[in-house]
C-alpha cells in the first residue's frame, strides 16, 4: 500500500493575497464556472429523434 502524502492546501503561501493574486484567482473561479455552466448545458440539450 503506498503511503498517502498530506500536504496543506494553501493559497497564496502564509501571509495574505496580493491584488494580482486576486484578480488571478477571481478570474480563474470565473472561467471555470463560465465553462461548467456550458458544460452542464449541452448535456441538457434535448436531442430529437425520429
Same mark, same amino acid.
Given at each position: 500500500?503506498?503511503?498517502?502524502?498530506?500536504?496543506?492546501?494553501?493559497?497564496?503561501?502564509?501571509?495574505?493575497?496580493? #491584488?494580482?493574486?486576486? $484578480? /488571478?484567482?477571481?478570474?480563474?473561479?470565473?472561467?471555470?464556472?463560465v465553462?461548467? #455552466?456550458?458544460?452542464? $448545458? /449541452?448535456?441538457?440539450?434535448?436531442?430529437?429523434?425520429?
Amino acid at each position: 500500500m503506498k503511503k498517502q502524502i498530506i500536504e496543506p492546501d494553501f493559497i497564496g503561501g502564509q501571509g495574505g493575497l496580493t #491584488k494580482e493574486e486576486e $484578480n /488571478a484567482l477571481s478570474k480563474y473561479f470565473a472561467d471555470k464556472k463560465v465553462k461548467n #455552466k456550458k458544460r452542464i $448545458n /449541452a448535456q441538457a440539450v434535448p436531442t430529437k429523434m425520429f
